[in-house]
């Protein structure tokens, strides 16, 4: 049977699982943001000697990024709802390996602070890009597992950075250090062209090789302890949206098997308190461990519930909204920690006390004000957001 032209030319199906492909790209670009924002906490410990910073100077370092960070989401957000996500975090992405890569030419103080205010603005689009694609691509009973899949980068990327940061650092300085991340992100590019608990997520990204240090762990022998935190939060970032998707198909209202997860992420995270009374290392990788696993699993429904509440147009700008304000409490948790791990530098391995049992309270009064304040209202009689 002869095989007309017009039968010749075959139309292509749709891409099988073509949102799952997204998501995985969306995973990737939050690993390599993470390797690279990870990389100047991870030579903190070594760039502190060489450059005589005190823990406030490293604090105002750090902050720099942050306040990029935090007014970078609200201005990203409504710029990725303008230019779509995929030009949006493409740009994003281009940003930070640039800036990362350009660190390696710092050589002081405000040069640092300069680089990580550049970093902070440039990655500041990839939360508000990444929920804007899971509210675009996934249907709800699928999005608390997709926005798991993405958030979970932040937990690969921190659990993947010491093998790759400080095994350059140990061969050939620091300055390639901050290369290496860089070139990645340029990597990622070829493939394709959250207020009260962001803060303690940070003290662990920024602050935990000091904060061991301070107990008189060293860091290579707490290596293991630096890695297990991200990876027990990646497993909860999963565990919060397999569960949340799971109690919506058992017959759950939206809203109870949101909540479900904040109630255990916010009373989980008060395990890190009891880190105060020891010095053991098994004893506090397991309460960090399990301290991040019950963070992601709040996390993850926090990025979440914009796509839930939020029509497309907008949620990208409530993301980044959302981002600024956590971004704003860091930077404040960030001034303290510094001033008051320095004030307390005398008691050695209680130094950071009153800051870890801060951290622990802090998502417990988040968890009460998303119970309290997450739910329908004449808002959403008025279809301003949607039923919950």
């Known amino acids: 049977m002869a095989i007309s032209a017009q039968n010749a030319f075959?139309?292509?199906?749709?891409?099988?699982?073509?949102?799952?492909?997204?998501?995985?790209?969306?995973?990737?670009?939050?690993?390599?943001?993470?390797?690279?924002?990870?990389?100047?906490?991870?030579?903190?410990?070594?760039?502190?000697?060489?450059?005589?910073?005190?823990?406030?100077?490293?604090?105002?370092?750090?902050?720099?990024?942050?306040?990029?960070?935090?007014?970078?989401?609200?201005?990203?957000?409504?710029?990725?709802?303008?230019?779509?996500?995929?030009?949006?975090?493409?740009?994003?992405?281009?940003?930070?390996?640039?800036?990362?890569?350009?660190t390696s030419l710092a050589n002081g103080f405000y040069s640092f602070v300069g680089f990580r205010f550049l970093l902070g603005a440039g990655e500041s689009a990839n939360w508000p890009g990444a929920t804007k694609a899971v509210s675009e691509w996934f249907p709800k009973r699928e999005r608390g597992l997709a926005t798991a899949l993405f958030d979970s980068g932040s937990s690969i990327g921190g659990a993947i950075a010491p093998f790759i940061v400080l095994s350059v650092y140990s061969r050939w300085g620091w300055r390639l250090a901050f290369v290496i991340p860089g070139v990645l992100g340029f990597l990622w590019r070829t493939i394709i062209a959250r207020s009260f608990t962001d803060p303690v997520w940070f003290f662990v990204t920024d602050w935990f090789p000091i904060y061991l240090v301070a107990k008189g762990i060293s860091l290579k022998s707490g290596l293991i302890a630096v890695w297990v935190p991200f990876i027990a939060a990646d497993l909860g970032n999963f565990v919060g949206g397999g569960v949340s998707g799971y109690l919506l198909k058992r017959g759950w209202s939206l809203g109870a098997a949101r909540k479900a997860l904040v109630v255990f992420g916010g009373t989980g995270v008060l395990l890190l308190i009891p880190t105060v009374f020891t010095v053991n290392l098994f004893l506090i990788t397991l309460l960090f461990g399990f301290s991040t696993f019950s963070y992601a699993c709040f996390t993850t429904i926090a990025n979440v519930l914009p796509s839930d509440l939020f029509r497309s147009e907008s949620v990208a700008s409530v993301s980044g909204l959302s981002g600024t304000g956590a971004g704003i409490g860091t930077i404040v948790a960030f001034m303290l920690i510094g001033h008051f791990s320095d004030a307390r530098v005398a008691l050695a391995t209680h130094a950071f006390d009153p800051i870890v049992v801060t951290a622990g309270v802090i998502p417990f009064i988040g968890m009460i004000l998303v119970l309290l304040l997450v739910r329908n209202t004449s808002a959403t009689d008025q279809g301003l957001v949607r039923r919950i």
């Open 10 to 102: 075959i139309k292509p199906g749709p891409i099988s699982n073509l949102r799952w492909r997204i998501g995985a790209l969306l995973f990737a670009s939050t690993v390599i943001n993470y390797i690279d924002r990870q990389t100047l906490s991870l030579l903190a410990p070594y760039l502190k000697q060489d450059y005589h910073w005190t823990n406030t100077d490293y604090a105002n370092i750090v902050i720099a990024f942050r306040l990029a960070y935090s007014i970078g989401q609200t201005l990203c957000g409504r710029l990725v709802d303008r230019m779509g996500t995929r030009r949006g975090l493409t740009i994003s992405v281009t940003w930070y390996s640039i800036v990362s890569i350009l």
